[in-house]
């Protein structure tokens, strides 16, 4: 049963706990998820929404380490309500619970929004007691891939009227991070607002050179020199969710919106030869624009399948009506999030067998 957040006092404070016991970011029992630069051990940098921290723990208290203007994070701690947090350019050290009961804890923190400006940072953790080895991490794997609907962009904003802001932002509400929780999944996500298959918003009709496939072997979005080291991560399926932008404004190249897209599955079959890979339509996707879009992958997908190659699929959400509601500039709500957690969790299923 998830109890309500008061069970404990939640502080959000720029002090660590009293008689903390530091632990250093490349602790050994913390238990990292996503891409991460290692370059300093005791600060890895991150960019992508969604990359997470988990740990188990002994004491009373517990607080985290960031570099300042890190951003919002999601907190799990026990089967508490998950809350947010905010590492302002002033905050290098929040305290997320006090008051704990004596005994064993988990503890997780999850990435929030986008980092390719912020350039987020951990720097370890502190607590009264002292940590544990951390829990068991899932079997089930999934990548994403995609645009400002995977990144939660303004998800927890009131009104299509809103602009963006990192405060409205949550990907943790996502459509991606939904369905990797309701899969038990452990998940990476690659994904950045406005960007597309091969053309970013409002881009040239030409094309885009920085865009999603474009960047995609990076470990940081704005570092071209570190390569992401694709042995690290063998997920058992990709979803790839890109399009939107690339038709955006109706400027816009069927012929070469088609040749990007069998080139990055080509890519990905490359990275992950045992991966089931399926190729999405997102719900902002309508009209004519929804037209090209499927018809461009349904195309590729089953060229790969005359190929040989029998793990890649279609799947298309439904889409945006604006019946459940919009977020910040015309974009999915909470609600909207919601149904196509649903959606693509029952597809899925149906693929991998995971109940």
Same mark, same amino acid.
């Given at each position: 049963?998830?109890?309500?957040?008061?069970?404990?006092?939640?502080?959000?404070?720029?002090?660590?706990?009293?008689?903390?016991?530091?632990?250093?970011?490349?602790?050994?029992?913390?238990?990292?998820?996503?891409?991460?630069?290692?370059?300093?051990?005791?600060?890895? @940098?991150?960019?992508?929404?969604?990359?997470?921290?988990?740990?188990?723990?002994?004491?009373?208290?517990?607080?985290?380490?960031?570099?300042?203007?890190?951003?919002?994070?999601?907190?799990?701690?026990?089967?508490?309500?998950?809350?947010?947090?905010?590492?302002?350019?002033?905050?290098?050290?929040?305290?997320?619970?006090?008051?704990?009961?004596?005994?064993?804890?988990?503890?997780?923190?999850?990435?929030?929004?986008?980092?390719?400006? #912020?350039?987020?940072?951990?720097?370890?953790?502190?607590?009264?007691?002292?940590?544990?080895?951390?829990?068991?991490?899932?079997?089930?794997?999934?990548?994403?891939?995609?645009?400002?609907?995977?990144?939660?962009?303004?998800?927890?904003?009131?009104?299509?009227?809103?602009?963006?802001?990192?405060?409205?932002?949550?990907?943790?509400?996502?459509?991606?991070?939904?369905?990797?929780?309701?899969?038990? @999944?452990?998940?990476?996500?690659?994904?950045?607002?406005?960007?597309?298959?091969?053309?970013?918003?409002?881009?040239?009709?030409?094309?885009?050179?920085?865009?999603?496939?474009?960047?995609?072997?990076?470990?940081?979005?704005?570092?071209?020199?570190?390569?992401?080291?694709?042995?690290?991560?063998?997920?058992?399926?990709?979803?790839?969710?890109?399009?939107?932008?690339?038709?955006?404004?109706?400027?816009?190249?069927?012929?070469?919106?088609?040749?990007?897209?069998?080139?990055?599955?080509?890519?990905?079959?490359?990275?992950?030869?045992?991966?089931?890979?399926?190729? #999405?339509?997102?719900?902002?996707?309508?009209?004519?624009?929804?037209?090209?879009?499927?018809?461009?992958?349904?195309?590729?997908?089953?060229?790969?399948?005359?190929?040989?190659?029998?793990?890649?699929?279609?799947?298309?959400?439904?889409?945006?009506?604006?019946?459940?509601?919009?977020?910040?500039?015309?974009?999915?709500? #909470?609600?909207?999030?919601?149904?196509?957690?649903?959606?693509?969790?029952?597809? #899925?299923?149906?693929?991998?067998?995971?109940?």
């Amino acid at each position: 049963m998830i109890k309500p957040v008061s069970a404990f006092v939640l502080t959000l404070l720029a002090c660590g706990a009293a008689h903390a016991a530091d632990i250093p970011a490349n602790d050994e029992n913390i238990a990292y998820c996503g891409r991460i630069s290692w370059t300093n051990p005791q600060s890895p @940098a991150f960019t992508y929404p969604g990359v997470s921290a988990e740990l188990n723990f002994e004491g009373t208290e517990i607080a985290m380490k960031a570099k300042p203007g890190s951003g919002y994070f999601m907190v799990e701690i026990d089967d508490n309500l998950p809350f947010k947090i905010y590492f302002s350019e002033k905050d290098s050290v929040l305290t997320l619970a006090e008051g704990l009961p004596e005994g064993r804890h988990r503890m997780k923190v999850v990435y929030a929004v986008e980092g390719y400006n #912020l350039k987020p940072e951990f720097r370890g953790f502190a607590t009264d007691g002292r940590l544990l080895p951390p829990p068991p991490q899932s079997e089930r794997t999934i990548e994403f891939i995609g645009n400002s609907i995977t990144c939660g962009y303004g998800i927890e904003a009131h009104s299509k009227d809103e602009d963006f802001s990192y405060a409205t932002e949550n990907h943790y509400y996502s459509y991606a991070a939904q369905t990797a929780r309701n899969l038990g @999944a452990r998940y990476y996500a690659v994904a950045r607002s406005g960007y597309g298959m091969y053309r970013n918003y409002g881009g040239p009709r030409e094309g885009s050179d920085n865009c999603i496939p474009a960047l995609y072997d990076r470990t940081l979005f704005y570092d071209a020199d570190e390569k992401w080291d694709f042995t690290k991560f063998q997920p058992a399926v990709v979803c790839v969710n890109l399009g939107t932008n690339d038709t955006s404004l109706n400027n816009y190249d069927i012929t070469l919106l088609e040749d990007a897209s069998r080139n990055f599955l080509k890519r990905l079959r490359e990275y992950y030869p045992d991966a089931k890979i399926v190729m #999405l339509t997102g719900c902002l996707l309508t009209g004519d624009r929804l037209k090209a879009v499927t018809s461009v992958l349904d195309k590729v997908v089953a060229e790969a399948k005359a190929a040989g190659d029998k793990e890649v699929y279609r799947f298309d959400m439904s889409p945006h009506t604006g019946s459940l509601g919009y977020g910040a500039d015309w974009h999915p709500s #909470l609600r909207q999030s919601n149904k196509m957690a649903v959606e693509l969790t029952a597809f #899925l299923r149906g693929i991998t067998g995971w109940k």
